[in-house]
């Protein structure tokens, strides 16, 4: 893993992303070379570059959306060849896009047709190999946790269900009064042996402290030892910030997040991104307005003209502050006569039309209004109603934390977690949406907005 602006990506997809872009703009040069084999191309070798460049780009960023370099995608989220059409008819439908706006850059449609062959079968043979190295645990960081009990049993889930596992672990140490709860056959035996004699004999890149209770004392003259040797240590809070892009919330302490780096606020920060919402929302109004109109009268015809078409909602904001939230209507006129309450799967609340529009997220399209007016960032956690939001702030820790933000359209915990039905689901965002207020940047925001466009077509967390 790597940090970028304060955000962790994997190492390994940001060269396959590379490696990918690169067999995309060959197949734009071969395409040509395919389609003009026995005749005089009548393209120079600039405009085949530069239409090389085009096609690359768009067909990466496309690829980038549907989620294909996102190392959290779990096996049964994957499904690369489906994700691989989609991102391939949205790439072609890009470059037409430009083709028409920049005629100057337009390739014929045989060369078009051409590259695109070879770009998903180069795509396809660069994945198989990608998985063959990436499965190869040799290459994976060898990591070493010190602690035996409920803690470090967790983290043996942490990588399992991802297709490229950044890491391996070797074993576990238990501390001398700690019970184990690890399978006997993890536990690394140290007789007569310090931590240093163990990562030495089983090549350890990295230690990871995962404690059930800190109180009982750590080896930490071993650790130092370690650590003044040029080895990593990373305590439970480091090691999920980075693996999984969340706090811990079982192991954040006020301390911790005292004297932790981000959380940063106001200033440069705030100016940066309300010019990029107020952008980011003219431009995103400019291309969904056709789609808001039509979703206008599907729901005026479904409800023979009767029931209004937006619904406001009280929200919690900013600085606990509320606001009215716009959404097209996806429920009956009389969904809450018995009071607030959670969407629910097979919800008969919602209507024909209203299920539709919940699974794509058109019914949030005209938040792009609350956004303009300032009560809601484009990226940020997502608002909650006051109901849940006074008994979330009494039951759980660090809940009012994610109100230090403006609320978002989208956000990190959209993207990496379905829907919340229930307290336990609020508790995992919670982990996210901290995540993203510590770690906060443009960056973050453009990858975010990026990876929306998997949970829009993928209904991803729709109720």
Partial sequence: MIRIFRHYISSAYLWLLIAEASVFFLAMEFGSDARFLFTQSWYSQKDITMASAIFSAVLTLSCAGLGLYRRSLSQEDYALMARSVISFVIGILGVIVIYYLLPEFHIARSVLWYSVIFAFTGMMLTRYIFYRVASNDSLNRKVLIIGGGKKAQKLISVNESHFHKGFTI?????????????????????????????????????????????????????????????????????????????????????????FSDGFAQGGFRAFEKRVFDILASLLLLSVSWPFMLLTALAIKLECGFKGPVFYRQVRVGNGNQNFDVLKFRSMRVDAEKNGAQWAKKQDN???????????????????????????????????????????????????????????????????????????????????????????????????????????????????
């Fill in 170 to 258: 070797v074993g576990f140490v238990p501390l001398a009064d700690e019970q184990p709860v690890v399978e006997a056959s993890l536990l690394i035996k140290t007789e007569n042996k310090t931590i240093s004699d163990i990562t030495a004999e089983y090549k350890i890149d990295e230690i990871v402290i995962a404690l059930d209770d800190k109180r009982r004392g750590m080896p930490l003259d071993d650790l130092l030892d370690c650590k003044m040797s040029g080895m990593t240590i990373l305590d439970m809070m480091a090691f999920y910030e980075r693996e999984q892009g969340i706090i811990s919330l079982e192991d954040v302490y006020p301390s911790w997040l005292v």
């Fill in 349 to 463: 609340r919602i209507t024909r039309v209203g299920g539709f529009i919940r699974k794509y997220r058109i019914d949030e399209l005209p938040q792009i209004f609350n956004v303009l007016k300032g009560d809601m960032s484009f990226v940020g956690p997502r608002p909650e109603r006051p109901e849940f939001v006074k008994g979330f702030n009494e039951r759980i820790p660090y809940y009012s934390e994610r109100h230090r933000v403006k609320p978002g359209i989208t956000g990190w915990a959209q993207l990496c977690y379905p829907y919340g039905a229930d307290e336990h689901d609020t508790i995992q965002k919670l982990q996210y949406d901290l995540y993203y207020v510590k770690n906060y940047s443009l960056f973050l925001d453009l990858s975010i907005m990026l990876n929306t466009v998997e949970v829009i077509l993928w209904g991803k967390g729709a109720r």
